[in-house]
């Protein structure tokens, strides 16, 4: 992937707001290899995304940001410019199902995820072979049904430890406490095998047959306070007929659910994602 700085820009629409970010990259000799925008007429807000080639640029990092803030400021924009360099941290949780995380390390080792992945933390064991193999470290913190807290609490120093930027809960069947997804906000991630926001909490499969629906998903979101309500980032949905029984839809899901994770969290990577309220505008 090569080398850019990115700009991502949330603010009251208003007249002129491309033309002076875009007269601002070129004053210093920028290249925008990649610009995304949208106007929300409901709303009234206006979201941007800017590349640029960093070697186009005529000063450094730091100083290209700094001389952003005087725009940033006359536009009141929320904001936010990284450098493509610096690749994020994340940290994966997982349970006993290994579909998802089986996935998202295939890609990564194949490059298709632009991070560092420091760590995986389970509350069982099955996991580490897998997590080992890979070269990276396994962290086992079983959960007890009546005292959670005590295991939480040592999940929050891992992910504090490995420096995490971003934590995925790759079908990891626990529900984190609200301080921690309030500590974290944005930055957590999870899949989970419903198209919500129907049939969410637990086995959504199985309320799905019941239901006799004809197409069934997986949506991958991020974690709030409030129970599979995050702001959604990807979908995806596969047919099903009165045919199929409750296993077929498990084996069917499983497929969705490895391929919207990955997509949300590449978007993610790469700052594709801005959150507003509890929707998200996706520049995929």
């Known amino acids: 992937m090569s080398h850019s700085y990115r700009l991502i820009v949330s603010c009251p629409d208003r007249v002129g707001i491309v033309s002076r970010v875009s007269s601002f990259i070129a004053a210093q000799g920028g290249s925008i290899t990649e610009a995304s925008q949208h106007s929300d007429l409901e709303t009234g807000r206006f979201f941007m995304r800017y590349e640029v080639r960093a070697d186009t640029v005529g000063i450094t990092y730091r100083e290209f940001s700094d001389a952003f803030t005087p725009i940033a400021e006359a536009f009141d924009m929320d904001w936010a410019m990284t450098d493509s360099q610096d690749k994020p941290r994340v940290v994966i949780l997982v349970s006993r199902e290994d579909h998802c995380l089986t996935d998202l390390l295939h890609r990564w080792r194949n490059d298709e995820l632009d991070c560092d992945i420091v760590g995986v933390v389970s509350n069982h064991t099955n996991m580490r072979p897998l997590a080992e193999w890979h070269g ?14 005590p295991a939480f609490a040592e999940v929050e120093r891992l992910i504090d430890d490995m420096r995490a930027d ?3 809960l790759a079908r990891y069947m626990q529900i984190l406490p609200p301080e921690l997804c309030a500590r974290y906000a944005g930055r957590v991630i999870n899949i989970h095998h419903s198209f919500l926001p129907s ?14 629906v004809k197409l069934i998903g997986a949506t991958c979101h991020y974690v709030t306070q409030e129970l599979d309500a995050g702001p959604i980032i990807e979908q995806g949905v596969h047919r099903v007929s009165h045919c199929h029984t409750p296993r077929d839809l498990v084996r069917f899901g499983r497929d969705v659910e490895k391929n919207v994770l990955a997509r949300g969290l590449r978007w993610h990577l790469e700052d594709r994602v801005i959150v507003h309220d509890n929707k998200t505008v996706v520049f995929a």
């Open 199 to 212: 049939f969410a909490g637990a086995k959504p499969y199985h309320q799905a047959y019941e239901r006799g």
């Open 166 to 168: 971003c934590i995925v």
């Open 136 to 149: 990276i470290p396994f962290h086992h913190v079983p959960v007890e049904a009546h005292h959670k807290a």
